[in-house]
C-alpha cells in the first residue's frame, strides 16, 4: 500500500527541494520539515488511550499514546535528516541505522552497517529513506528488520519511483509507503527522474 501525502504544504516544500537552485541549507530545512509532516501522516493509526487526570478546570479522560513503542530507522546517510526530525515528534522513539550503498555497476545494495533497537520486534518501526529509487536498498534494509525481529513497518520516503514501489509491493507486501511524490521513471543511472538530484549530496553539500 502506498500513501502519498499531497497536502500543498507538502508539494510546495518538495518543488522547491526539487529546484536546481535551491542551496545547501534550505535544502536541508525542507527535508526535515517534510520529514514532519510525512511522519503526521504515517503515524496516523498509532493507538490512543484515555488517561484520565485533571486539567487547571476538571478531571477528564484525555487520549494518550499507548500501545507499542516507536523505532525510527534511518538508511543511511540521507535517511539520517528525516529521523532527526521526526525524533522531536516521538521523543521516546529508539533510533536505529542501517548502512546501504548501491554499487554504482550493478546499482545492487551493499549493506555495510547496522545498529538497531535490541527490542525492535516490540515496536512499530518507520524506516526512512528520502529516496525510493530501484528500490534495492530499502528492500534490504527491511528484510534485515525483519531478521532482527521486526514485523511491523513503515516506510518513508520524500520522492518515490515507480520501480522502487513495485519492488517493494512485490517483496514486502506487508510494508506501507508514506511517500510525497510519485515521479515519473529512473534514469539510466538509476536517478529518479524528475526528481531532485542525489539526496545525500543535496542535504551535505558533498559531489
Ligand atoms: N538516490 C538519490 O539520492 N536520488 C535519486 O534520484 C535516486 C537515488
Same mark, same amino acid.
Given at each position: ?14 518543488s ?5 537552485h ?8 525542507l527535508?526535515?520539515? =517534510?520529514?514532519?509532516?510525512l511522519?503526521?501522516?504515517? !503515524?496516523?493509526? /498509532?493507538?490512543?488511550? &484515555?488517561?484520565r487526570?485533571s486539567t &487547571?478546570?476538571e478531571?477528564?479522560d484525555?487520549?494518550? =499514546?499507548?500501545?507499542k513503542k516507536l523505532? /525510527?530507522?534511518a @538508511? =543511511?546517510r ?5 529521523t ?14 542501517i548502512? !546501504? ?6 546499482l545492487?545494495?551493499?549493506?555495510y552497517?547496522?545498529?538497531l ?9 518507520f /524506516? ?8 534495492g ?5 527491511i528484510?534485515? =528488520?525483519?531478521?532482527?525481529g521486526a514485523?511491523?513497518?513503515k516506510?518513508m520516503?520524500?520522492l518515490s519511483? &515507480?520501480?522502487?514501489i513495485?519492488v517493494?509491493?512485490?517483496?514486502? &507486501?506487508?510494508?506501507? @509507503?508514506?511517500?510525497?511524490?510519485i515521479d515519473r521513471? /529512473?534514469?539510466d ?5 524528475p526528481?531532485?538530484g ?10
Amino acid at each position: 500500500m502506498v500513501t502519498v501525502v499531497d497536502h500543498p504544504l507538502v508539494q510546495h516544500k518538495l518543488s522547491v527541494m526539487r529546484d536546481q537552485h535551491t542551496g545547501v541549507k534550505e535544502f536541508r530545512e525542507l527535508a526535515s520539515e =517534510l520529514s514532519l509532516l510525512l511522519a503526521y501522516e504515517a !503515524m496516523r493509526d /498509532l493507538e490512543v488511550v &484515555p488517561a484520565r487526570f485533571s486539567t &487547571p478546570l476538571e478531571e477528564g479522560d484525555f487520549p494518550m =499514546l499507548s500501545g507499542k513503542k516507536l523505532a /525510527l530507522v534511518a @538508511i =543511511l546517510r540521507a535517511g539520517l535528516v528525516m529521523t532527526d526530525a521526526i525524533v522531536n515528534l516521538v521523543p521516546a522513539a529508539k533510533v536505529g541505522h542501517i548502512g !546501504m550503498y548501491r554499487d554504482p555497476e550493478s546499482l545492487a545494495p551493499v549493506a555495510y552497517y547496522a545498529k538497531l533497537p535490541a527490542d525492535i520486534s516490540e515496536r512499530r518501526v518507520f /524506516l526512512t529513506d528520502p529516496m525510493l529509487a530501484t528500490g534495492g536498498s530499502a528492500s534490504a534494509a527491511i528484510t534485515k =528488520l525483519k531478521d532482527a525481529g521486526a514485523h511491523s513497518i513503515k516506510l518513508m520516503t520524500i520522492l518515490s519511483a &515507480p520501480e522502487g514501489i513495485a519492488v517493494i509491493e512485490r517483496e514486502h &507486501p506487508d510494508v506501507e @509507503i508514506v511517500t510525497a511524490a510519485i515521479d515519473r521513471q /529512473l534514469d539510466d543511472h538509476g536517478y529518479i527522474v524528475p526528481g531532485l538530484g542525489d539526496a545525500g549530496d543535496r542535504i551535505y553539500g558533498t559531489k
